[in-house]
């Protein structure tokens, strides 16, 4: 029977799915340097030459063959210092074609020479090979899966067995990152990225932190994905089919610079599967409009914010420029917003628009640009269109012409649609939008048509694209604004920013002089900062208000508070505030600061502008003083739901006391998107309470409460009970419980930062302290033996325990009061006694299986033939111990026992004067019966024979027979010399040495000369 193993379960399953659709499957090995059938010279080399000069051939038979060869050359040996500048340089060659000039008959000639058929994809050769070989920098890498289209390796697989419990996709996002460092060649020409232990699969690019590993759904479409499919099954026929795999990668694939000048650092980013399918729908409907169909309405385009809206549409672009019935559209972008399209405008310059991507001063303007027959991308406001006089004329009769109109949604679209399709007459309409559009609102529709795609705040959320938005109503002096809301209000807050005209007005003027009386500005400026600066989550926050001069009241009241956290305002005409704000009044290089992790700008208080379009993925709270309805309302909570690490939610805070105005808000969209896109933070608080009483009932027979005071041995004494506690059941040690309780608070920790420092979460903050002080001194003293991901280091909730107590200073099993701490050897005969007499077994069993853990796993990284033994029984012993087959004494014996092995053979080791590999040899063979009637010198036999074996090792040499023979042959030759003629009895001895050269050298890297 085959073992379940991630070879037969994992990688032959994906072999299998991907052989259906027309792949060619090689075994690894099979191909490898020194084979019959070697496509490689070497094991450094990633690229198959061969098959990759045969596709420059077969696409372009114009090539003379020297100049083939030499461009396969130049791809196979490509280096970069920098590997993501290195696969941007790769990708421009793969997707544009690799530039070739030479001289002949006096004559310079140049080609773009093509790499991949990108327009017929059954010209392309498609290849998945498994147990892929790659010589790395110290050490021997075996890639699982690389999908190798015309020879380039594409695709990048690393496969995790299903039944083994520490075998995570986590663990194979580790691994990918360690081969970049260990084997960057290969990923200069990797263009998909992925996890998988086969129930789940993630995808990713040469830029993808943990977090943007996403799953890809659907095959055909979003949900066409067969009923209870293995995620790694959707994977492959999904992303992996030879067309969609194309695609992807010419036009669903971008570079988007981030910095200036000679700081300017690049993130690939892929689509994701709804912006893939989504974009694909819009593409069709978009053909049938500009080929006259659908009344020029292309329809609308809803993905909610923060799930790659922007991107998206610039993939739409990507495609729609090259599809011949377009032909070469050019692109107008609507907005209503200077900010909106400012951002838009930048999304498109930082992914390849530089050139070709315009702005568009004035209707002339863009009638002068829309006169060229290029595929221009045009941007400009939606205003000029009833503002400008030019606006009435026609601008362009073209046909192919495609308006693009952001944040669709909102009313004055409709009113000012007829202007623009009558300066516009024959250009098709997409609707887009991030927002989602009224149960009421009929116009979007009959402006653009029906929704083509749509991706939901729910799905968003359930998808991992975006987080949760929770709401919090607090501090609330304000009681006016409920009379505004209900009358006034509601005239004057339009779904565009309040005009001036309108401030004006009487009722704002009231509004707006109660919501910044000094007294209330300085009381919420308190709570602010206190709030702030007591969430345990890393990020940053922003202050919204009604007004410039409330922002600049609120700025001033932040500052004075002591402990407050770097501050600034961002306002338009910031000038008009000398003195009386920071000192910075470039917005830009506020925003600059603000979006960099790590920067200590952490507060920013607004009024109008970054509430749209302005995405800061580690922004975890919004505090809102300022009333906004419907649309606006959603597009600026949305500023706090982008993914970061592992941060739980976004939080709004709001003050200005109007939570029923945020009920009406939502209540004109449907049911499912009102349950969304705020939920009240007491659903947390609820599912927090509820999991901090799960996990006290770890400790019902341990009284904890007033820990903090504790000190010393009593403190000790607490620690070692809880932990003991933790990880026994029935008085057994149980890995299963331990797990859950590491899971349990980790869980809490999340929930406890999100709340925090609301009420509820305050009432608990020791025990939470305790729980992580609990988890805390567990990891570090006993053995978790299932992986945790993503690493405390990688997380975004702080820890509390930081300013509680460090568990490492407290727990010692060893040492009593009054007495200096000592240090603890596992090797010390007086360490034995000790642990003998400790009064929590199970916790006294788990810290020495640690320490023995460690000491084995040391030694097995260069002796893993004579240690893994011991961890097998190690292992065994524990289950025995957990299953109530021997007690904690006997236990605690059996585990000192080897101990004691270890020590002997560490001074075994010594005495001898053998390297590590060759104790390996020596172990085995001074124990044979036959050796040692021969009475040969084992010693000096052992130095021969490994003298011998390294004459003929090379990498991955278990794969080759011709290596493999010679082995067995000089074996045989040394035993001949030492007299050993029996056949029966020098075979045995052969196929024993063999075996022990095999765990030895399995992983041979040649020393470099």
Not at 150 to 158: C, I
Not at 766 to 786: L, W, Y
Not at 825 to 853: C, G
Request: aromatic share 8%; with cysteine; charged share 30%.
């Amino acid at each position: 029977m085959n073992p379940l193993n991630e070879n037969n379960l994992t990688e032959q399953s994906l072999i299998e799915w991907l052989q259906a659709q027309g792949y060619e499957y090689v075994y690894g090995p099979a191909i490898a340097p020194g084979q019959p059938s070697a496509e490689r010279e070497d094991f450094r080399g990633v690229v198959l030459k061969n098959r990759l000069l045969s596709g420059v051939r077969r696409f372009n038979p114009q090539l003379p063959a020297e100049q083939a060869e030499q461009v396969v050359d130049d791809i196979a040996g490509y280096h970069n210092a920098d590997l993501v500048l290195g696969n941007k340089e790769m990708f421009t060659l793969l997707t544009e074609g690799a530039k070739k000039t030479w001289r002949e008959k006096g004559e310079e000639k140049t080609e773009v020479v093509k790499l991949i058929d990108f327009t017929n994809v059954d010209a392309n050769e498609f290849l998945i090979v498994n147990q892929f070989t790659i010589q790395g920098i110290e050490n021997v890498c075996r890639l699982d899966g690389v999908v190798f289209v015309n020879g380039l390796p594409l695709g990048v697989l690393e496969l995790k067995s299903p039944v083994r419990e520490e075998a995570t996709i986590g663990q194979a996002y580790r691994d990918i990152e360690y081969y970049k460092r260990e084997i960057p060649r290969i990923f200069f020409y990797n263009q998909v990225l992925c996890l998988s232990d086969l129930t789940e699969a993630r995808h990713g690019t040469i830029s993808s932190s943990w977090e943007r590993y996403s799953a890809w759904k659907g095959i055909e479409s979003e949900t066409d994905a067969p009923k209870g499919a293995a995620e790694l099954e959707v994977l492959a026929r999904g992303l992996f089919n030879k067309a969609r795999l194309l695609d992807v990668i010419q036009n669903f694939t971008v570079f988007e610079a981030d910095g200036d000048g000679d700081a300017v650092t690049y993130t690939k980013k892929s689509a994701l599967y709804h912006q893939y399918y989504g974009v694909n729908k819009t593409i069709q409907s978009t053909v049938h409009s500009v080929l006259g169909e659908r009344e020029r309405k292309i329809g609308v385009f809803w993905h909610t914010q923060g799930s790659g809206k922007s991107l998206s549409m610039v993939f739409y672009v990507n495609k729609t420029k090259s599809i011949s019935e377009l032909k070469s559209p050019a692109y107008v972008f609507l907005n209503d917003r200077e900010d909106l399209d400012d951002a838009l405008f930048k999304t498109f310059s930082r992914t390849g628009y530089g050139t070709l991507a315009k702005r568009a001063s004035s209707i002339k303007d863009l009638k002068d640009r829309l006169s060229h027959l290029g595929s221009e991308l045009i941007f400009t406001t939606i205003q000029k269109f009833q503002e400008d006089p030019d606006a009435n004329a026609v601008l362009s009769e073209r046909e192919n012409i495609i308006v693009l109109t952001d944040e669709a949604h909102r009313t004055q679209y409709s009113m000012l649609a007829g202007n623009v399709r009558q300066a516009l007459p024959n250009a098709s309409f997409l609707g887009v939008t991030g927002t989602p559009i009224s149960r009421h609102n009929r116009n979007t529709m009959r402006v653009f048509g029906d929704v083509i795609s749509a991706y939901k705040i729910g799905q968003a959320v359930k998808d991992k694209a975006t987080v949760p938005i929770y709401y919090e109503g607090r501090l609330v002096p304000l009681h006016l604004a409920d009379q505004f809301v209900d009358s006034k209000l509601d005239e004057i807050l339009g779904e565009i920013i309040v005009d001036e005209k309108a401030k004006a007005r009487k009722e704002w003027a009231v509004l707006e002089e109660v919501v910044g009386a000094p007294s209330r500005i300085d009381q919420i400026s308190k709570d602010i900062v206190t709030h702030f600066n007591n969430r345990p989550i890393e990020g940053k926050a922003m202050v919204v208000t009604m007004s410039r001069p409330i922002a600049v009241a609120m700025y001033q009241a932040i500052k004075k508070i002591s402990g407050t956290p770097e501050c600034a305002v961002v306002i338009s005409k910031m000038e008009d505030f000398p003195g009386q704000i920071q000192t910075e009044h470039d917005v830009k290089k506020l925003e600059k600061r603000f979006k960099k992790t790590n920067d200590p700008l952490r507060l920013v208080v607004v009024c109008d502008m970054w509430l749209t379009g302005f995405d800061v993925p580690s922004m975890h709270t919004m505090y809102l003083d300022k009333p906004l309805k419907n649309h606006g309302l959603m597009q600026a909570i949305a500023r706090v739901n982008r993914v970061y690490k592992d941060k739980p939610g976004g939080l709004i805070v709001d003050y200005i006391g109007i939570a029923e105005h945020l009920k009406k808000a939502l209540a004109i969209y449907d049911s499912d998107v009102q349950k969304e896109a705020m939920i009240p933070l007491d659903e947390v608080i609820s599912e927090m309470r509820k999991l901090h009483g799960e996990i006290s009932r770890y400790f019902t027979n341990i009284d904890f409460s007033g820990w903090r005071q504790k000190k010393g041995v009593e403190l000790v004494n607490l620690f070692q009970s809880a932990m003991n506690e933790v990880i026994s059941e029935n008085g057994r040690l149980s890995d299963d419980r331990k797990m859950a309780y590491m899971g349990g608070v980790s869980k809490l920790s999340q929930l406890h930062a999100l709340v925090m420092p609301a009420e509820a979460a305050m009432k608990i903050i020791t025990d939470v302290q305790f729980f992580q002080s609990i988890r805390e001194a567990i990891n570090k003293q006993t053995v978790v033996p299932h992986i945790i991901f993503p690493e405390a280091k990688e997380s975004a909730i702080r820890s509390l325990i930081q300013d509680a107590v460090q568990a490492e200073g407290v727990i010692d099993l060893f040492t009593k009061e009054g007495e200096e701490k000592k240090s603890i050897s596992i090797f010390d005969s007086r360490f034995a006694e000790e642990i003998k007499k400790v009064k929590y077994q199970n916790l006294a069993i788990d810290t020495v299986r640690k320490m023995l853990d460690q000491e084995i796993k040391v030694r097995s990284r260069t002796n893993k033939a004579r240690y893994e033994t011991m961890l097998t029984l190690l292992t065994e012993l524990i289950e025995k111990y957990e299953n109530n087959v021997i007690s904690s004494a006997e236990i605690i014996k059996h585990l000192l026992e080897i101990a004691d092995e270890i020590k002997k053979l560490d001074e075994e080791s010594e005495e001898l004067g053998l390297s590590e590999e060759e104790i390996v040899f020596y172990d085995t063979l001074a124990a044979d019966p036959d050796l040692k009637e021969a009475g040969i010198d084992i010693k000096e036999f052992v130095k021969e024979l490994t003298k011998r074996i390294r004459r003929d090792l090379a990498i991955d040499w278990t794969n080759n027979e011709t290596i493999k023979a010679r082995i067995r042959q000089n074996v045989r030759l040394l035993l001949l010399q030492k007299g050993f003629v029996e056949q029966m009895q020098t075979e045995r001895l052969i196929e024993s040495i063999y075996q022990e050269t095999v765990r030895v050298y399995r992983e041979y890297l040649p020393v470099p000369a």
